[in-house]
């Protein structure tokens, strides 16, 4: 997993509500609810976190 540990836009720290986030969604919550209440209320920061795609398992069966 590597989320950005900043928003682009505003600066603020994302890094820390990004597992929160994704353990609640996978449980079954809606995303909007799920970012209203880690506090997530700006659209640069909503972003960021919608826009995160886990690419590290398909990195990882490359070899250098």
Do not use: N, T
């Amino acid at each position: 997993m590597m989320i950005p540990v900043r928003c682009f836009s505003c600066g603020k720290q994302l890094a820390g509500v990004y597992e929160e986030f994704q353990k609640r969604v996978e449980k079954g919550e809606q995303p909007e609810k799920v970012m209203d209440d880690l506090g997530v209320k700006r659209y640069c920061c909503r972003r960021m976190i919608f826009s995160q795609v886990d690419l590290i398992d398909m990195i990882g069966k490359f070899k250098s």
